[in-house]
């Protein structure tokens, strides 16, 4: 019971990190929606055109996705709150933008 118990922190300390099968299986599933034309839902970041009342950034948000790639951008009803606060994260990943495409990257 006690090997099961950290049985996660070995694998970190043996590998070095837990972060590469999640990553993995996301993008896996995702390849699979495309090919199969399954139209699922999944969290993705894109480029907004009027959703959320955001023009040219990308922000994470649901979609579907099928064989024509993203076939549907699903926007949810947030309240003044939640609006604002995905306004926030919107100037603060441009501000990052601003940063690499001043650094060149």
Known sequence: MERTKSGGGELVNLMGTSAWYAPGAAAAQMVEAIVKDE????PCCVN???QYGLHDT???IP???????ITEM???????DE???LHDSSVA??????????MGL
């Open 74 to 80: 699903i926007e949810l009803k947030l309240n003044a």
């Open 58 to 60: 990308f922000v994470g």
């Open 39 to 42: 139209n699922r839902i999944f």
């Open 93 to 102: 990943v441009e501000s990052v933008m601003d940063v690499c495409d001043w």
């Open 48 to 50: 907004l055109s009027g």
């Open 63 to 69: 979609v579907k996705l099928g064989k024509a790639g």
């Open 83 to 85: 609006m604002k606060l």
